[in-house]
T-cell receptor, first 114, second 113 residues
Framework: AQSVAQPEDQVNVAEGNPLTVKCTYS??????LFWYVQYPNRGLQFLLK??????LVKGSYGFEAEFNKSQTSFHLKKPSALVSDSALYFC????????????FGKGTSLLVTP | NAGVTQTPKFQVLKTGQSMTLQCAQD?????MSWYRQDPGMGLRLIHY???????DQGEVPNGYNVSRSTTEDFPLRLLSAAPSQTSVYFC????????????FGPGTRLTVT
């Protein structure tokens, strides 16, 4: 089965510092990987995806993610964190067994402090 | 476009009651799905549909029914609510195909007492 793991429940970073939210994947075949963000009491918003091509994927709100096949990772990054980036972040992988639904990680709570 | 809409936003049920969570999308997406979100567990797939008249089970389908009579609507029915179904429910839709991202509704927070 296709799955992702987010090893950190929470990440704390000071405003202006770079941030990284980690994700590793386990898939058979080529991975289709996604990052979503959830603000309090809101639905999930799409940030970016890796399908094929460049290993560095750029997305919304200044976020980017680096696909690393040898380390089976897809870490989310941002060069300079904002307090407004504080939210819950989910990594997800396409599931080929359910019409291409998504299998989600458990989520990582990002807290950016002023 | 309104995107994906869900009603109600909040609901409290007593054990054994039934109800329907509504979901609609105006993006002409063939694929729709229902997830539940529980603390520390991410989102888990309940049911999905690849088009009108076609539905299938996801990871956690027990206690839920779905139907898809139109492209736009994908209601989720709780047949006999149980406290274990207390959760936040999200509906999502996307274009058919493996590379397209899903668009999520705002969610329904359900409490079963």
């Amino acid at each position: 089965a296709q799955s992702v793991a987010q090893p950190e429940d929470q990440v704390n970073v000071a405003e202006g510092n770079p941030l990284t939210v980690k994700c590793t994947y386990s898939v058979s075949g080529n991975p289709y990987l996604f990052w979503y963000v959830q603000y309090p009491n809101r639905g999930l918003q799409f940030l970016l995806k890796y399908i094929t091509g460049d290993n560095l994927v750029k997305g919304s709100y200044g976020f980017e993610a680096e696909f690393n096949k040898s380390q089976t990772s897809f870490h989310l990054k941002k060069p300079s964190a904002l307090v407004s980036d504080s939210a819950l972040y989910f990594c997800a992988v396409r599931d080929s067994n359910s019409g291409y639904a998504l299998n989600f990680g458990k989520g990582t709570s990002l807290l950016v402090t002023p | 476009n309104a995107g994906v809409t869900q009603t109600p936003k909040f609901q409290v049920l007593k054990t054994g009651q039934s109800m329907t969570l509504q979901c609609a999308q105006d993006m002409n997406h063939e694929y729709m799905s229902w997830y539940r979100q529980d603390p520390g567990m991410g989102l888990r797939l309940i049911h999905y549909s690849v088009g009108a008249g076609i539905t299938d089970q996801g990871e956690v389908p027990n206690g839920y029914n779905v139907s898809r009579s139109t492209t736009e609507d994908f209601p989720l029915r709780l047949l006999s609510a149980a406290p274990s179904q207390t959760s936040v429910y999200f509906c999502a839709s996307k274009r058919t195909g493996p590379s397209y991202e899903q668009y999520f509704g705002p969610g329904t927070r359900l409490t079963v007492t």
